[in-house]
């Protein structure tokens, strides 16, 4: 009987503490710019939802991955974070990083998964295709991609 009374409190602070998640936002200065296009875009904030992005060094091809802690208690995030490979990221051109950020924010934020439908100039029909768009086709449909992923625009 007396283990049992040390065990259940002792369970209960490692429960606590492994669900203990800082609010904080983290992210690198590199990615601000991209992160309030997304702000804006999105027309929220997303600086205050316990944000992580940063670089990191992805297997293969990947140039992004988004990652969410979920509670068990609650079944709600509470974190979300966002990875980008160092290596690829200095590859990209501008418009690309762009893509890649806002992409990555679409499936942490709005849990937008990946569509491979392609439009008839054979470019990706949503910026949530699963590889890297090229730049031709994100100028070509970059409002096209905007309307998709936020709905309708009146920017």
């Known amino acids: 009987m007396k283990k049992r009374l040390i065990i259940y409190p002792i369970i209960f602070i490692i429960i606590v503490l492994a669900f203990s998640v800082p609010t904080q936002s983290s992210i690198d200065e590199e990615f601000l710019p991209y992160v309030a296009y997304f702000n804006h875009e999105y027309g929220k904030s997303v600086f205050d939802m316990n944000l992580i992005v940063k670089f990191a060094d992805l297997k293969g091809a990947t140039a992004g991955e988004c990652q969410r802690m979920v509670s068990v208690l609650t079944k709600k995030t509470i974190r979300r974070r966002i990875l980008i ?46 590889e890297i768009i090229s730049p031709q086709c994100l100028e070509e449909n970059w409002d096209l991609y905007l309307v998709d992923l936020f709905g309708k625009r009146d920017r």
Do not use: Q
């Open 85 to 130: 490979d160092a290596k690829i990221w200095g590859h990209l051109e501008e418009i690309e990083r762009i893509n890649l950020v806002v992409h990555e924010l679409a499936h942490c934020v709005m849990l937008k998964e990946h569509d491979t439908k392609m439009l008839a100039n054979n470019c990706p029909a949503s910026i949530m295709y699963p």
